[in-house]
């Protein structure tokens, strides 16, 4: 079992430039989140999925919370699911073995 890098702003932010934040179409994350995310930003594309519990933001073209410096502005809030990515290896992503993808 291979575990990826450590995310950090000069891996993800400066040499990727925020890629996952900007390539993805949605982050999904329980109503709390969505809720405390609401209140960061009302202008935050967040809504409920139908027939679920979970709630899901679009980050077309890109997430609204990502600085020009791309990084996420709200690094200390952000919902889990951003916390635990990349949930696997990824053609191209640095924080993976050269090998993986
Ligand atoms: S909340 Fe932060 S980590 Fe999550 S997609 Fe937006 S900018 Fe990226
Ligand atoms: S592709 Fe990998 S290195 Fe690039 S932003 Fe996503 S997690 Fe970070």
Known sequence: MTYPLEATKERCGQECGGWCCKNKLIVLMTKDEATRLKKLNHKAMITQGMNTEKWAMAIIPQCIFLTDENLCGIHEQRP????????????????WPKEVG
């Open 80 to 95: 889990d699911a951003c916390r635990q990515w990349p949930y696997t290896a990824s053609r191209g992503c640095l924080l």
